[in-house]
């Protein structure tokens, strides 16, 4: 059971921020079946409700959509995990622009930094 | 109509307070904690809910009725204690249960025990005290009941008890059913409650869904237990 | 919800109680052989067994009394009063069924006491000259009360009896349970408590039986010769009967009540 949830934002949240890495990094695949709501609250660890309304959220931005009989899937739409993956990515970026800049850097410094970092992985 | 419900709920023993005007409502669908330091007026509450004790003044309603007969058999109740007869096996538990408990289903319960290793001939008074909560527990999980009241679950269990205890918990979830966990763990039971209910010196101070509490306040149940309960 | 309460408290107490009546049983056998040698000569030792067979047989009969009482008490306490309370007091079942089904059973094995310690007395004396000469004039005991010119009948007397042993079986049931129902509602010092009202109660009672008595008297001043006593049969024995009926209903509430609104398990 993994309980390791950050302590100051609402589970569900950080339920959907999970689903939404596992989708676009690939981990569940497009068309892939969910689990059930129950299964899904046990490997995790929550609330069915908590669950319940993470996966509730996801259908609404349509990562996920239910077969009537069948249960729920993966989306096949490639346009939307792509803006996920925009989104996940855009909303990262701000946050560590935020960081570096509390530090003091310059949008120059930042990209020198990463620059760096990249350079220093590929010859490693 | 909510499963439990509390109006002005009073009780004292003798001239001490335990519970000094408690009103709350909990509607079905709900995994509800009853969080407070000891001797806040928890077991009170869920003593009164099963009918062990009787209200000094107020009520507590149990699906719209007083406790009675027909409200111990839609309330799953499991106290801190060891309240099975010790001389008794885990099978003839199991049949003791169905044949007074509509609702109980031996087949979940055989499976539990298999599933624990637990032989069913074994009796009782041989288990170890964890053996024997764990029974309890499954005993109480595998009613099919409308209100679960676990009166600390998890106080003073390993922590691959306490996973099984909550995974349990998890696994027999009803939407229709109600389960109320007292506890003074927060940490521990925070990610399965829907709500937290805060009892201190019998008075309820909170009762408030998780999700909101985290977000309103940008803190976790655990944490602002640890700011209201503050010593 | 009466029945199964009954049948499983048979269960419960029934493995505390049966395996008592088989000790019972087996030494009254014993007893018999012992009672045919003692007139005999035999070594010391052999001779001291037997007393001691004798000795045993009598303390079993008086100690199935005593066992039967305290399985009751024991049954009651461990089962409403302690931590099995928690399980039986939340049955879907009402006290006043769960009460019924424990008096019940406990007058089921008080009688099954009886008839057990008779048996064993009968298995232990079988063609000892002496009993059947007892027994005999018993008989002639019994021929002679019967012999008065009375209303009532030998059937009425036997019913009436067995009627009034039920009650008071009943009532005395309820007087323990009464005391310790009232005893336990205390935070401490349970028992203590528990024998304080048993003191208590029995002085009250032994007041009103007092004047009960008085009562009696006053209607008629020679109830207790064994001839008008007679002839008032029923009309005396509706009057007992009553007063028992009447302590039986206060022991009843008692306990109830104590049990509803004093419940006190820890």
């Known amino acids: 059971m993994d309980t390791s949830f950050r302590q100051n934002e609402p589970i569900y949240l950080q339920l959907i921020e999970r689903f939404k890495l596992s989708i676009v990094s690939g981990k569940l695949l497009p068309g892939d079946k969910l689990r059930s709501v129950r299964d899904l609250a046990l490997w995790a660890g929550v609330n069915p409700n908590t669950m319940q309304r993470a996966l509730f959220e996801l259908e609404r931005n349509g990562l996920i959509y239910t077969q009537r009989t069948s249960g729920k899937f993966v989306t096949e739409d490639a346009d939307i995990i792509g803006r996920v993956r925009r989104e996940l990515a855009e909303a990262k970026t701000a946050e560590y622009l935020g960081y570096m800049r509390s530090l003091g850097l310059k949008t120059d410094e930042i990209l020198l930094a990463i620059k760096e970092k990249e350079e220093e992985n590929a010859n490693s | 109509m909510p499963i439990l419900e509390a109006k002005s709920l009073t009780k004292r023993y003798g001239s001490n307070p335990a519970l000094t005007n408690v009103s709350f409502a909990i509607e079905p669908g709900r995994i509800v904690g009853l969080l407070g330091p000891n001797g806040s007026g928890k077991t009170t509450l869920i003593k009164l809910a099963n009918g062990l004790l009787q209200p000094t003044s107020g009520e507590i309603l149990i699906d719209g009725e007083k406790p009675g007969a027909r409200s111990k058999s839609l309330v799953s109740y499991l106290p801190e204690r060891i309240n099975v007869p010790l001389w008794m096996s885990a099978e003839e538990l199991i049949k003791f249960y169905s044949d007074f408990y509509a609702d109980f289903e031996p087949n979940r319960a055989q499976d539990m025990l298999h599933n624990l290793g637990i032989g069913e001939k074994m009796r009782i008074k041989e288990m170890s005290k964890g053996t024997r909560e764990k029974v309890q527990l499954i005993l109480a999980m595998s009613r099919r009941a409308k209100l679960y009241m676990l009166d600390e679950p998890i106080g003073g269990v390993d922590p691959a008890t306490r996973d099984y205890i909550l995974a349990t918990i998890i696994n027999n979830y009803d939407p229709s059913a109600s389960v109320v966990i007292s506890t003074h763990l927060i940490a521990d039971v925070e990610n399965i409650l829907d709500d937290a209910l805060f009892i201190s010196r019998g008075e309820i101070v909170l009762y408030d869904s998780v999700d909101h509490i985290r977000e309103s306040r940008g803190m976790s149940v655990d944490g602002l237990f640890r700011e209201v309960f503050r010593c | 919800m009466l029945g199964k309460l009954i049948k499983h408290e048979f269960r419960a107490t029934g493995r505390l109680i049966l395996p008592m009546y088989a000790v019972v049983l087996l030494v009254s056998l014993f007893a018999h052989f012992a009672f045919r040698m003692l007139d005999r000569n035999m070594p010391i030792f052999i001779g001291l067994a037997l007393y001691l067979i004798v000795a045993a047989f009598f303390i079993g009969l008086i100690g199935a009394f005593v066992y039967t009482f305290v399985v009751m008490i024991v049954r009651f306490k461990r089962n409403v009063l302690s931590d099995e309370g928690y399980l039986t007091m939340t049955l879907p079942a009402s006290i006043h069924s769960i009460l019924w089904a424990k008096i ?58 067995a009627l009034y042993a039920v009650v008071s079986g009943i009532v005395g049931c309820l007087n323990v349970y009464s005391c310790m129902s009232i005893g336990y509602g205390f935070a401490r010092n349970k028992v203590l408590w528990s024998i304080v009202a048993y003191f208590v109660i029995g002085i009250i009672l032994g007041w009103m039986n007092g004047g009960g008595l008085q009562v009696l008297i006053t209607l008629n001043e020679n109830v207790f010769t064994s001839e008008t006593f007679n002839e008032n049969f029923y009309q005396n024995f509706t009057l007992l009967f009553g007063f028992q009926f009447l302590q039986g209903i206060i022991f009843y509430v008692l306990t109830w009540w104590n049990l509803r609104y004093r419940l006190n398990l820890e």
């Open chain 3, 104 to 161: 019940i059973v406990s007058l089921v094995w008080s009688a099954g006491t009886v008839l057990v310690v008779v048996l064993s007395a009968v298995i232990a004396a079988f063609e000892v000259g002496w009993v059947v000469e007892a027994l005999k004039d018993l008989g002639y005991l019994f021929e002679l009360f019967f012999s008065y010119d009375n209303k009532a009948s030998v059937l009425g007397w036997m019913l009436s009896i």
